[in-house]
């Protein structure tokens, strides 16, 4: 069985960070991911990011991501598998993986789990047809694989990613005929909102699908507008013809190998789910898991990076391999994140880790 | 003994299935839909595990990525608060694996008797 100090499962941005940081202190570090190639999320990336200068603003994600694999394949003490899926995290420090074909066990004495969020799912008639898919799943097939999802697309959700992946189908020269928005507000940027409304598509606050019509596959979707009590209102129906319903109707930290480890998982709203109560380090009720990113509750790329390398830096000094500046920068990633976390737009987030955040007593020494 | 499925699934009349809760499909990988969902919160199986024992809900390839925050929806509408909620037992793996790579599993230079 391989050993390492410290193995690190997702290779997004908050996994990279933290292979990265965990690296520079000298721990011996595996990174896993399932896909082909690292940087969860950030390769299909193509807009730029917002924010301070720290976190990358003005950068497009695939680049971001290039940066931080070129930066983890330059250390020799982290190592990299693809195609590497985590199947079990086990209380005696093991960690099962099918890697390509293979069932292994892999022994760390620190874990980070970086495994971020999934799509949901809306229930609706007609929501199993073939051409009803996840937002991010289109920026997928799009930006990574070159593949548009079809000609007249319905989005479903007026947050970042409805209207970013809206915009991006619109450069593919897809049609967007519609973003439907359940609430009374538009949830992503205003940027962005009106991007894609200067282009031309109507963004329908309070409005909602009813059903997705087709035999085979999408071939048109009824809408209706709701009331203030998110009831239909009743003559509002529309029938829209279409041949893809993107859903972006937000995300579910994947927490399942934290239920397998037993750690304390809590049901918070505002980050979008279970998530695992940590320390001020991010180390959850069990002394040997950490978490970062989504998974850690739903947020952006930006907070995740910060929270990978405040991960990476913890668990590495946990084991007594830290770095002489190990406290500095610390404080350092804690203050970003507090930064990115302020104003209004961060007021859920915060309201959410408040609850999700271990008392003073609990915390481990 | 289980029943069968109609028998499994049928709410009792209590409550009004509408034909478009039959429509709406709610785990993919098992075929259950909505209408099947709420029939067995009305018959009292009020927790994610009791809901998969007798369903098989979430059991599938996909782990129960897709359904368990619409499941988790219909039973707080049926009186189970989110908070509340036990997740229930989540064992590995967390994804398929063929028999033959659980087979070939052993470790490297030696092998399990």
Redesign the interface.
């Known amino acids: ?1 391989e050993r390492f100090n410290i193995c690190i499962i997702g290779g997004g941005p908050a996994g990279l960070r933290a292979a990265i940081a965990a690296g520079s202190a000298g721990a011996g570090v595996l990174l896993i991911d399932e896909n082909d190639r690292l940087g969860g999320q950030l390769i299909k990336q193509t807009h730029m990011f917002f924010g301070s200068e720290k976190q990358d603003a003005g950068t497009r994600g695939i680049d971001i991501a290039e940066q931080l694999v070129n930066k983890v394949q330059g250390m020799t003490n982290v190592k990299v598998y693809l195609r590497c ?6 209380d005696d420090k093991v960690l ?1 993986v ?1 890697h390509e ?5 892999i022994r760390a004495e620190k874990f980070i789990v970086a495994t971020g969020a ?1 799509e ?2 809306l ?6 047809l073939p051409g009803v898919y996840g937002a991010g799943a289109v920026q997928t097939l799009m930006n990574v694989y070159g593949i548009v999802p079809g000609q007249r697309v319905l989005m479903i959700g007026a947050g970042n990613i409805g209207l970013i992946v809206s915009y991006q189908l619109l450069q593919a020269g897809v049609e967007v005929v519609a973003i439907l928005e359940g609430s009374p507000y538009i949830g992503g940027y205003l940027v962005h909102a009106s991007k894609v409304r200067r282009a031309g598509v109507p963004i329908l606050t309070s409005h909602t699908i009813m ?1 997705a019509i087709g035999t085979n596959a999408v071939q048109a979707a009824e809408i209706c507008a709701l009331d203030s009590h998110w009831a239909r209102l009743p003559g509002s129906e529309k029938t829209l013809e279409v041949d893809t319903i993107c859903l972006a109707v937000g995300l ?1 930290p ?1 927490s ?2 934290l ?2 480890a037993q750690c304390r ?3 918070i ?1 505002e980050l979008g ?2 998530v695992a109560w940590r320390d001020a380090n991010l180390c959850t009720s069990e002394p040997h898991i950490y978490i970062a990113g989504d998974v850690a509750g739903v947020e952006e790329a930006s907070s995740a990076m910060v929270e990978g390398e405040l991960a990476g830096l913890a668990a590495a000094k946990s084991l007594g391999l830290a770095r002489v500046d190990v406290d500095t920068a610390m404080s350092q990633a804690r203050e970003q994140l507090i930064a990115l976390r302020a104003g209004p737009v961060g007021e859920k987030i915060r309201t959410g880790l408040a609850l999700a955040q271990m008392r003073e007593d609990e915390q481990h020494a | 003994m289980l029943g069968t499925r109609s028998e499994i699934f049928s709410s009792g009349g209590k409550q009004k299935m509408t034909s ?1 809760d039959q ?4 785990c ?1 990988c098992e075929d259950l839909t ?1 209408s099947d969902v709420r029939g067995l919160i009305e018959k009292g199986y009020r927790t994610l595990d009791e809901l998969r024992r007798i369903s098989r809900l979430g059991m599938g390839p996909c ?1 129960g ?6 499941v988790q929806r219909e039973l707080q509408a049926g009186g189970v608060p ?2 509340s ?1 036990s ?1 229930g037992v ?6 398929p ?1 063929t028999l033959g ?2 087979a ?2 052993s ?2 230079g030696q092998k399990d008797a």
């Open positions: 069985m899926a985590a199947l079990g995290l086990y099962t099918l074909t293979k069932y292994r066990k999934s949901r799912m229930a609706f008639p007609g929501n199993d059903q579910s994947l399942d190998l239920w397998q998982l809590t049901y709203a789910g279970h | 478009l429509q709406i499909i709610i993919r909505l782990q990525r897709t359904c368990r925050p619409l989110m908070k909620q997740i989540i064992r590995p793996p967390a994804m694996i790579a659980i070939d599993g470790e490297e």
